[in-house]
């Protein structure tokens, strides 16, 4: 019985790091790796790599095709499930990579027993040493192309990262769009109001209502008008307070 409780929890448990592999797969900046297997297949295609000259050009383009789809495609599985349990990015990476070695090696051994790989049969261990190079070279650019796009987008989400706190006046949401006041100017973002106002903890401001997020420096006066109290920017502009921060205004001394 306690044999069987831990085969379940086992199962359980891979189960679980095959699905964050595939969400990694399905939802991680696939439009721009398929462009980038293609890109790899049609130069090792008509670069005829690895002396693969003397191949016809129909069978060349299918076996690079699978070669290069095996490695790219399995690299960010297998990177999606190790990822979480070694958050050092640079071991992960190589961890990944030389997995990813060995899975292949292995599909490619028995693809020999094919037409598509028309070549004799090599010891694994050295077909493994054989092919850890290109691994290392298509998968981990694969790798560092969604370092480098997620690194992107972390960059242009983060509206308080490359701003001194000073510079942020307001966030007011919209119905499609953020619009964040600086002393700059008013600049549009996408994204979830809560998500930007989540970004701009540690900042001298309060959420005074359920889309609006004032900065200290941007009150002018917080006036009561008959049972609401209303912020006056100093820009000019009025702000409507939600009855439920009013207890949160005088705590931090606005009123």
Not at 37 to 56: E, Q
Not at 152 to 180: C, D, F, G, M, W
Request: charged content about 15%; some cysteine; proline content about 4%.
């Amino acid at each position: 019985m306690a044999v069987s409780n831990e085969l379940k929890t086992l199962f359980l448990e891979w189960s679980e790091y095959v699905m964050n592999g595939l969400k990694y797969l399905v939802f991680k900046n696939w439009p721009l790796q398929i462009g980038y297997a293609a890109l790899l297949v049609s130069l090792l295609v008509m670069g005829r790599a690895y002396a693969t000259d003397n191949i016809g050009f129909p069978l060349r383009l299918a076996m690079w095709s699978i070669i290069v789809g095996l490695i790219v495609v399995q690299t960010r599985i297998i990177f999606g499930f190790i990822q979480p349990r070694l958050p050092l990015p640079v071991v992960a990476e190589a961890v990944t990579l030389t997995l990813t070695s060995f899975l292949c090696a292995a599909e490619l051994a028995l693809l020999k027993y094919t037409p598509l790989l028309p070549k004799s049969h090599d010891p694994y261990f050295e077909f493994v040493l054989f092919l850890i190079a290109p691994v290392f070279i298509l998968g981990g650019g694969a790798l560092l192309l969604d370092r480098f796009v997620s690194s992107q987008q972390n960059h242009s989400k983060n509206i308080a990262a490359n701003r001194p706190a000073s510079e942020i006046l307001t966030v007011q949401a919209q119905e499609h769009y953020i619009l964040l006041t600086t002393a700059e100017g008013t600049k549009i973002r996408r994204g979830k109001f809560r998500e930007q106002v989540a970004q701009l903890k540690g900042l001298d401001g309060i959420q005074v209502h359920r889309s609006w997020w004032v900065a200290r420096a941007a009150v002018s006066s917080v006036t009561k008008q008959e049972r609401d109290y209303v912020i006056q920017l100093v820009s000019g502009e009025c702000v409507p307070v939600a009855r439920s921060k009013v207890a949160l205004l005088r705590e931090m001394g606005w009123i």
